[in-house]
């Protein structure tokens, strides 16, 4: 450098001097306008030289990439599994290495990979940094930029490159055991190579697939030693030979195969019948139920395919109940195939009688499965078999409105099994409100509610009567639970209400007709389940109006409390009634009590009893026991009623 800066300076030197004593004139002799231009050129040759100078003395970054050996390369391109730097040089103004300078790398990152985005330059001035393409199956180009500060002074150097796929090549896909059973696992396991050389830990990401089963994991990265490693898991669906497959983006697939023996029927379950609760064929409901079964491996997996025989136990098929197929009924077992899902579905179709049904499910002779819970019932309310109640049968409601009572029908059927949920029944009231209708719940009851209301009845006595379908009640004589000719029945005319409660039939109560009728005379009880006089047909009927008739009492809020018999040192006993209706009790629930109202006397009271009006329509004596001491015969004893809410007292003494 020195060398070239002295022979720069002489050739300066040079030109000065030929531009003073050139052009053949005197010396110290200009000529002209062409000494001018001799200086002119001279002075533009030493800016010439001084700018070269200067250009010589500025430190210099420069790029380029080189293999594993160290070796440039003569074309910028960075294969896919090879190994390759990027070589940095950092030299100051006069040419020499500069160590420990920071070089900056950047690149586009989707095409190549850089090991670290910055390096210092060693003793030789030289940073190394390893470069490789992201993607090992694309092909692309980027540039490569490199920044570094020497003296103050930054630098920077940029080169294009260019990317290139590897060969990645999948070898033979392998199993360890390479034959099992369905529902099993086996190792598989796979080389992979990039361009002829073990693919490197991570490098190589391999996806593994079947035919039938699973892989877990499905996506491997090549190990230390470029071999992928996955566990095959078959199912209950998968036999014979199974393809598996290793992939990788930009290798051909490789493909081997595993034997799996077909899965075997591990149980047989039992898992429904819809619906579970069915009536008599000669009954109003539901007949019919889809009874299923379903096979399963020995990982609970449904099996399709599986040929299970259905058949219904002795006693079922004595109570009448067949299978249903195709419309018509059938006692033979039934062989049926499983679905997709392992499930055996047959229909069962209920018989005359009543019974407990056991369906049998069998894959074999000590695999078998039994159902539960599917029970046929009449299903019909009987006449026999139905009654009615109140929660208050006397209500303080003869001279207040809106005092109420729950009143509840039941029913079964001639079995005393609970008739079909959702069955309707319905309520009429000769005085007062009620709830027209309700339905049956799950045990064969239903509720409504009468609220005291409008004219009163002059007796004090409300007339209730509700009915619904159902059948005239008889003896069973051979078993069959269908009534045959002979067989004794009880004959139902049509309902009436007796707003009277005289027990028969007059002109202008209601009628409420349905079923068959007829002109024979009713032997039925009138008051409970009144029919018209000579309306019954003298015929078994399965449809009539199965009813029930009750009384409520309406009471006023003051008692009529009387002496009944003669008084004792033990005590004596007193009658409570409706004060308007002497026949009619005090409201259910009044309490009555009796205090001593005679001073200094050694009588004693022990006890009312009872002391609560008991839940009837009718009147009520209550026993009012002393201690027996000698002045019981002539204390005064106050006795007094109280109705429940709204409470009304009234108290009446005593004396003798």
Request: hydrophobic letters at 40%.
């Amino acid at each position: 450098m020195r060398n070239l800066i002295k022979s720069l300076m002489v050739g300066l030197l040079l030109v000065l001097l030929v531009a003073c004593g050139g052009g053949g004139g005197s010396a110290g002799t200009t000529t002209g306008s062409s000494g001018t231009s001799a200086t002119a050129a001279a002075a533009a040759a030493a800016a010439a030289a001084t700018a070269a100078v200067t250009a010589s003395a500025t430190p210099k970054l420069t790029l380029e990439l080189t293999d594993s050996a160290g070796t440039v390369l003569s074309i910028n391109s960075v294969t896919s599994g090879g190994t390759f730097f990027v070589k940095a040089t950092v030299v100051d103004a006069a040419g020499a290495a500069v160590p420990n300078v920071l070089v900056s790398l950047t690149t586009d990152n989707t095409i190549g990979t850089l090991s670290s985005s910055a390096a210092l330059t060693d003793a030789t001035g030289i940073a190394r940094v390893q470069i490789s393409p992201t993607s090992l199956t694309a092909a692309n180009a980027a540039q490569l930029t490199a920044q570094a500060t020497v003296s103050a002074k930054p630098l920077t150097a940029s080169l294009n490159y260019q990317t290139s796929a590897a060969n990645v090549v999948i070898g033979a896909v392998s199993a360890n055991p390479s034959s099992i059973s369905a529902l099993q696992s086996t190792a598989v396991s796979a080389s992979v190579n990039v361009n002829g050389i073990a693919a490197k830990a991570g490098q190589v990401s391999v996806t593994f697939s079947a035919s039938c089963g699973t892989f877990s994991p499905a996506t491997v990265a090549t190990s230390s030693t470029g071999v992928v490693n996955s566990t095959y898991q078959s199912t209950s669906a998968c036999s014979g030979a199974v393809s598996v497959t290793a992939s990788a983006p930009g290798a051909t697939p490789s493909v081997g195969s595993i034997t799996v023996a077909a899965a075997q029927a591990a149980n047989i379950l039992f898992t429904s019948a819809t619906p579970s609760s069915l009536v008599v064929s000669s009954a109003t409901g539901v007949k019919i139920s889809t009874v299923k079964f379903q096979v399963v491996d020995g990982g609970g997996t449904g099996m399709a395919g599986q040929s299970v025989t259905i058949s219904l136990d002795a006693q079922s098929s004595a109570a009448g109940v067949t299978f249903n197929v195709g419309g018509a009924t059938t006692a033979a077992n039934q062989t049926v195939s499983t679905d997709g899902s392992g499930f055996a579905s047959v229909i069962i179709q209920t018989g005359t009688l009543p019974t407990p049904v056991v369906v049998k499910g069998a894959i074999s002779a000590t695999m078998v499965a039994f159902s539960s819970g599917i029970v046929v019932t009449s299903g019909k309310a009987s006449q026999n078999n139905s009654s009615i109640s109140a929660t208050k049968l006397n209500i303080e409601g003869l001279e207040l409105d809106g005092i109420q009572t729950t009143l509840t029908m039941r029913a079964s059927d001639r079995q005393g099994n609970p008739i079909p949920a959702g069955t309707a029944v319905t309520f009429v009231a000769s005085h007062g409100t009620i709830q027209g209708a309700c339905l049956t719940d799950a045990n064969s009851g239903c509720s409504v509610t009468y609220t005291s209301s409008g004219q009163r009845p002059t007796s004090g006595l409300v007339r209730i009567l509700a009915y619904m379908d159902g059948e005239e009640s008889f003896v069973d004589a051979n078993g069959n639970n269908v009534w045959d000719t002979g067989e004794a029945f009880y004959d139902m005319g049509v309902a009436f209400r007796d707003d009277n409660n005289n027990g028969v039939s007059d002109v202008g109560e209601q009628t409420y007709p349905g079923g068959q009728s007829g002109s024979v005379s009713c032997a039925s009880n009138a008051f409970s389940f009144p029919s018209v006089t000579n309306t019954c047909d003298g015929t078994w009927s399965s449809s009539i109006r199965v009813r029930q008739s009750m009384m409520i009492g309406l009471a006023s809020s003051t008692p009529a409390i009387t002496l009944v018999g003669v008084r004792t040192l033990s005590g004596f006993t007193v009658d409570v009634a409706s004060s308007k209706n002497a026949a009619v009790g005090m409201p259910t629930g009044s309490v009555v009590a009796a205090t001593i109202t005679t001073k200094g006397a050694t009588c004693t009271l022990k006890s009312v009893t009872p002391s609560v009006a008991p839940n009837q329509v009718t009147n009520s004596s209550f026993q009012i026991v002393l201690d027996g001491a000698a002045d019981c015969i002539t204390v005064s004893v106050v006795v007094t009623l109280t109705t429940p809410a709204p409470a009304s007292t009234t108290s009446k003494a005593f004396t003798f």
